[in-house]
């Protein structure tokens, strides 16, 4: 079975750092775009950032932008979210997703994590 799995996630005060990390597995050959998006109470669930397949290509929330860093381990299908200087507004569900996979069970266009919660508090 293909699956995500985040880990990492947990209670820091505002000024603090964590670092999530998303592992695919189940036959898993390739994954084209890896990336990690949030959802907070009551809001939409949101991009915070994505990284191509070959590790050049990043996107970040504006929000992000200079305090998080995305970064990924294809020999271990694994993505990693560096998050720096936190904010209370940062509290959320942060969510792995995967699109594009290649597995030996066939393509997968996307697939999500379960999600792992943040909590910053001031």
């Known amino acids: 079975q293909v699956q995500l799995g985040e880990s990492g996630g947990g209670s820091v005060q505002a000024g603090g750092s964590l670092r999530l990390s998303c592992a695919a597995s189940?036959?898993?050959?390739?994954?084209?775009?890896m990336g990690w998006y949030r959802q907070a109470p009551g809001k939409e669930r949101d991009m915070v950032a994505t990284?191509?397949?070959?590790?050049?290509?990043?996107t970040y929330a504006e929000s992000v932008k200079g305090r998080f860093a995305i970064s990924r381990d294809n020999a271990k299908n694994t993505v990693y979210l560096e998050m720096n200087s936190l904010k209370p507004e940062d509290t959320a569900v942060y969510y792995c997703?995967?699109?594009?996979?290649?597995?030996?069970?066939?393509?997968?266009?996307?697939?999500w994590g379960q999600g792992t919660l943040v909590t910053v508090s001031s």
């Open positions: 997703n995967a699109n594009g996979m290649a597995t030996t069970t066939g393509w997968y266009g996307e697939l």
């Open positions: 189940g036959g898993i050959f390739s994954i084209n775009v």
């Open positions: 990284i191509a397949r070959g590790g050049a290509r990043t």
